[in-house]
Nanobody
Framework: QVQLVESGGGLVKAGDSLRLSCAAS????????MGWLRQAPGKEREFVAA????????HYAASVKGRFTISRDNAKNTVYLQMNSLKPEDTAVYYC??????????????????WGQGTQVTVSS
């Protein structure tokens, strides 16, 4: 398994930017893909973005494509989510997660086996 710790959430206004970070430990870093998912109050957890274990490919939910960017720093065992042009509907608890047994880029919550504790992102209008 792998331990994941998110940071960087907060309260921002619509149109602002925010960068989330997730530090990983416990398993060889480049053997698993990483992703960000979110859960808004009263809603199911949904996929946001993912990056392949080598960093060579990414995938985004349609709702964030063009506004969010996922990246990973293999020297720091850290994955990032740069969020630009934030909207009130982006308000949620954001989780980073690791996918161990996926050949491609995971794109749904069911593919992820280890989760961080989550960080709150609130976007006011």
């Amino acid at each position: 398994q792998v331990q994941l710790v998110e940071s960087g959430g907060g309260l921002v206004k619509a149109g602002d930017s925010l960068r989330l970070s997730c530090a990983a430990s416990g398993r060889t870093w480049n053997t698993y893909s990483m992703g960000w998912l979110r859960q808004a109050p009263g809603k199911e957890r949904e996929f946001v973005a993912a990056i392949y274990r080598s960093g060579s490919g990414t995938h985004y939910a349609a709702s964030v494509k063009g506004r969010f960017t996922i990246s990973r720093d293999n020297a720091k065992n850290t994955v990032y989510l740069q969020m630009n042009s934030l909207k009130p509907e982006d308000t949620a608890v954001y989780y980073c997660a690791a996918a161990f047994s996926v050949d491609g880029i995971p794109d749904a919550p069911s593919y992820f086996g280890s989760w961080g504790q989550g960080t709150q992102v609130t976007v006011s209008s």
